[in-house]
């Protein structure tokens, strides 16, 4: 009966020339899969990737291979905001942008945004840092884990690594010690009342997720409660191997396609998929902070940026330091369109300054009288507010928007040296919001708020003037 419903199910497509010498030995195994594989198969030679199944052997050879293809496949589908069809569609329109060399800021101008610069200890910072200590317990914490130390010359997960030298302890344990010193503060300044637990979400990867448990388990949550973390698992997308977004077929085994990971924006369509967000929303929470994996200073600067995003009413609040002109880290930015649109997102800094001169700035990224440049330093740290992140999402589905990097071969731009995949980053999320939505930033003393870990010890030997900190800074809500 199964056979039948494929057989019948293929026959429907109105399948052309270029698909006829491949689609025989789909249609010889039809037999061995289920309606809903057959439906996969369908929209896969809809879609233009017959390649898949041209060397599929005959029935009764590595039949538990093919299944094993498809459940691949059904995981691809289902882990992509509008599944494998969407995926290809829209690598087939930023492939064509690519090759074109389209400039994805053509049309747009920049200018700096508004936000709100805090020097540490004066008495703005301390208002803000008052205010955000009390609204603490109101956000919710999501770590974006998902990377392993390799660039650093360290095959574990980075959140094992040392926060500092003296005792030792590691980047998740400081995380997880900074998130309950904040709550606790938190509770103080409100005088009581329920105590509140501030949920701690952990993205991990294929690469990070078991790791990341065993290390929480081996230590007892660091503290905390088991049932306040959550770890929520990204997939990886599928890769393409021309500019006809033709899927990649794995080179080591021709049943699996080759797949590679889709960047720390898939975080949001994590959140949106699990229902975290309903339930934060439900119990109170108004803020959603995102933060990455080796930054151990955030902390410092977390409340005075929560502080001003309560005082501000900002739905994205991007913390950020002070930035020297060409500086090798993104700009946040306001960027006008000529058709009247405009966004504040991060540029990064290859983009900006060539940006600048081509939009009426001659001298493109240059210091302004303090002596930095006048676009703030993005840390790729958010903080959003949850009821217009829930609203956002509600349209998207959580997805980001994609970029893709070819490395091809030659100039003609026809093949590429290995194959690409679609990435997204976590800070684009700004790009498809309203008009209305209140777009801002936090510059922080550097020393304060940024100290991340990216180079092995080689690469870091060669920076001049590099300042070694052993020592932490303190705060007023908490003695770490």
């Known amino acids: 009966m199964e056979a039948a419903v494929a057989t019948e199910s293929l026959s429907k497509l109105n399948i052309n020339g270029d698909f006829a010498s491949s689609l025989p030995n789909l249609h010889k195994n039809l037999h061995l899969l289920s309606p809903q594989q057959v439906e996969l198969a369908k929209m896969l030679v809809e879609k233009g990737q017959s390649h898949l199944f041209e060397h599929w052997p ?30 290809i569609k829209i690598a087939r329109e930023l492939l064509a942008d690519s090759k074109a060399g389209k400039n994805p ?60 030298t003296i005792t030792g302890t590691c980047f998740l344990q400081n ?17 009581g ?17 078991a790791r990341t448990l065993e290390l929480l388990e081996s230590h007892s949550y660091f503290g905390m409660k088991p049932t306040q973390v959550k770890l929520l698992k990204q997939e990886k997308v599928a890769c393409l191997e021309d500019n006809d977004a033709k899927l990649a077929l794995d080179p080591q085994n021709k049943f699996r396609v080759q797949t590679k990971p889709h960047g720390h924006g898939d975080v949001h369509s994590l959140l949106y998929s699990s229902g975290l967000l309903y339930e934060w929303r439900d119990a109170g929470l108004r803020w959603v902070l995102f933060f990455q994996d080796t930054n151990g200073l955030l902390f410092k600067a977390i409340p005075a940026s929560i502080g001003v995003s309560v005082t501000k009413g900002y739905h994205v609040n991007s913390l950020a330091v002070p930035r020297k002109a060409k500086e090798a880290i993104g700009g ?46 993005n840390i790729n740290q958010l903080i959003l507010e ?89 705060c007023q809500f908490c003695a770490i």
């Open 105 to 164: 800021f053509d049309g747009f101008t920049p200018s700096v945004p508004t936000g709100e610069n805090l020097s540490h200890g004066d008495e703005n910072f301390i208002k803000f840092e008052e205010a955000g200590v009390r609204e603490a317990q109101n956000a919710a914490f999501v770590l974006v884990a998902g990377g392993l130390g390799e660039r650093l010359g360290y095959n574990g997960i980075k959140v094992a690594l040392p926060f500092e």
């Open 386 to 474: 949850l009821d217009a992140y829930i609203e956002e999402l509600k349209k998207t589905g959580g997805g980001i928007k994609e970029f893709v990097n070819p490395k091809y071969k030659d100039a003609s731009k026809t093949s590429f040296k290995s194959s690409t995949r679609l990435e997204c980053m976590m800070q684009d999320y700004p790009k498809t919001l309203p008009p209305s939505a209140r777009v801002g930033f936090t510059v922080m003393d550097t020393w304060l708020a940024y100290a991340p870990v990216k180079n092995n010890p080689e690469d870091a030997a060669k920076v001049k003037g590099l300042l070694v900190i052993v020592n932490c800074f303190s």
């Open 332 to 377: 946040i930015t306001k960027l006008t369109h000529t058709d009247g649109r405009s966004m504040v997102i991060n540029v990064e800094y290859n983009q900006l300054d060539p940006l600048l001169r081509a939009t009426g700035f001659p001298d493109g990224d240059v210091n302004c009288e303090t002596g930095y440049s006048p676009f703030p330093g």
């Open 193 to 209: 009342g329920q105590k509140k637990e501030i949920p701690f979400v952990i993205m991990t990867s294929d690469d990070t997720h």
């Open 175 to 191: 995380y997880i010690e900074s998130v309950l010193a904040l709550q606790e503060a938190s509770y103080r300044m409100t005088q």
């Open 58 to 87: 005959e029935p009764g050879v590595d039949d538990g291979e093919k299944k094993s293809f498809f459940d691949q496949v059904a995981r691809l589908n289902s882990s992509y905001p509008g599944g494998l069809a969407s995926y």
